[in-house]
Every structure is written in C-alpha cells, then in structure tokens.
C-alpha cells in the first residue's frame, strides 16, 4: 500500500500545474506567483522573451521547474486628467510601474475645435500636459492618456 502511495505521489510531483505570476525584478528574473508572499527564489525559465516589471505572467510548473509560457500584456495606465488655461497639470504615475520612460498618447475630449494634448517633462513617474487650440492658445479642458511601456527589459531564464 505505501508503495502505491509513494509511486502516486511521484506521479503529482511530475503533473504540470498552470499558475499566474507577476514580474518583480528582470535582472536577474523573479516572479511572485499568485498565492505566495516572496518571488520564486530560482529565476524561472522565460518562454515568451522580454518581460517587465509588474507585468503579468502565466507560469507552469512542473517538477520544482518554472517557465513562463505566456505575457499577456506590457503593463498600461489610463487615465483623465483635467487641464488649466495656463501652466501646467502634472499627472503622477503609479511607483514601479514603469522602470523605463513609457509611450505616451494623448486626446483631447472636447469638441473639434481643440487642437492638441501637449506632454512635456516624461519620466517613469509623471508628466506635464498642456491643451492648445487649432490657434495656438492654452486652454482649458479635458486629456484622456495612457502610459504603455515601450522598450522592454531582456530577461533571459
């Protein structure tokens, strides 16, 4: 009977088990899988090619081994922001997020007579937006954004 049980146990440890993880270092590779506290201790074997920091990553494990199999996305902001007639607004970005400058995109949500969101002073943490009129003039409004990553982090496993 013990001999059963030993072979079944053998037979879970090799069974593949799917989990989701998220990225929290690249160089060297770690994941924290869902469920756990610290990042594996190991980096994981990596499958999909470059991956970020705080992205999301579905993982298999089988037999003490981790490879990551999919990245379904580069992490993202959206958001909206509120523009002055003069100056600038600053919109902070979430800490960590972005360990590189992101792409950024910006539009005006107003009518047609709205030239341009204009963004200045990027970094991995914020930014600057202005709106400008077709004439050129500062106004006030409303700028939908969104932050994407844009070059990744080689992590290799």
Do not use: Y
Not at 92 to 119: E, R
Not at 121 to 149: C, H, K, P
């Amino acid at each position: 009977m013990l001999e059963q049980i030993s072979k079944l146990a053998t037979r879970v440890d090799l069974t593949p088990v799917v989990r989701w993880g998220t990225v929290t270092q690249t160089v060297p590779l770690r994941v924290r899988l869902d469920g756990d506290t610290e990042p594996l201790p190991l980096s994981p074997q990596n499958a999909v090619g470059t991956v970020w920091i705080g992205e999301r990553v579905v993982v298999v494990e089988q037999h003490r081994r981790v490879v990551i199999v999919a990245a379904p996305s580069p992490p993202s902001v959206r958001g909206k922001v509120v523009c002055a007639a003069s100056g600038v607004t600053t919109v902070t970005l979430p800490a960590g997020k972005f360990p590189v400058v992101p792409h950024m995109s910006a539009t005006p949500v107003m009518n047609s007579l709205v030239g341009a969101a204009h963004i200045t002073g990027l970094t991995t943490t914020s930014f600057e937006v202005r709106l400008f009129s077709l004439n050129g003039t500062q106004i006030a409004g409303t700028v939908d954004w969104t932050a994407s990553m844009a070059t990744g982090i080689s992590a290799g496993g």
